[in-house]
């Protein structure tokens, strides 16, 4: 019986396969299908490191280029960044984010972003970002232009030792 199911099998595999649809032109005539390109999303971390891995701020503001072919959810005629699409890494954190300059040819939109803990932050991941990225275009964290980076304590002063790094994932 095994043998008879075996040899039925086969038999099918057999005649499976071969053609190359309705049309019964053998091949593709050279075509090859390339698929378009699709848009992605990058999300990029902002961290901070410090004099101490326990040194501790209270608020941090920098500002942040986009690369071009980047771009942010924001509604017609806004500034302001939706809902999340800034993530600060701390639970109970304040954050938000203002578009200073809208996407150019030769770059994305400029962001000023505030984050701020009324129990203070330690030095580590800071906030995540996700944006959209353009089809065909992949870009690196060198792209993406932090500035103006400051830490700040609980009275508002800066904190000087504090800056900021960059870590992209794209997908």
Do not use: K
């Not at 039925?8 to 019964?24: D, E, F, I, K, V």
């Not at 400029?110 to 995540?128: D, F, Y």
């Not at 990225?133 to 993406?144: I, K």
Request: with cysteine; charged share 10%.
């Amino acid at each position: 019986m095994r043998l008879l199911w075996l040899a039925m099998l086969c038999l099918l595999l057999a005649a499976c396969g071969g053609g190359s649809g309705s049309s019964g032109a053998p091949g593709d005539d050279g075509n090859v299908l390339t698929p378009e390109p699709a848009a992605g999303t990058a999300r990029l971390t902002v961290g901070t490191q410090g004099p101490a891995a326990d040194s501790v701020f209270y608020a941090a503001q920098f500002t942040l280029r986009l690369p071009a072919g980047a771009s942010l959810p924001v509604a017609t005629g806004s500034t302001l960044l939706p809902e999340g699409a800034l993530v600060p890494a701390v639970s109970g954190s304040y954050s938000g984010a203002n578009i200073l300059e809208p996407a150019g040819t030769a770059s994305g939109p400029l962001l000023l972003v505030n984050i701020a803990h009324p129990g203070g932050l330690t030095v580590g991941p800071l906030a995540t970002l996700t944006c959209q990225v353009a089809a065909g275009v992949t870009p690196a964290a060198a792209a993406f232009t932090l500035d103006g980076f400051s830490a700040r304590d609980a009275n508002g002063a800066v904190i000087p030792g504090i800056t900021a790094r960059l870590t992209l994932q794209t997908q």
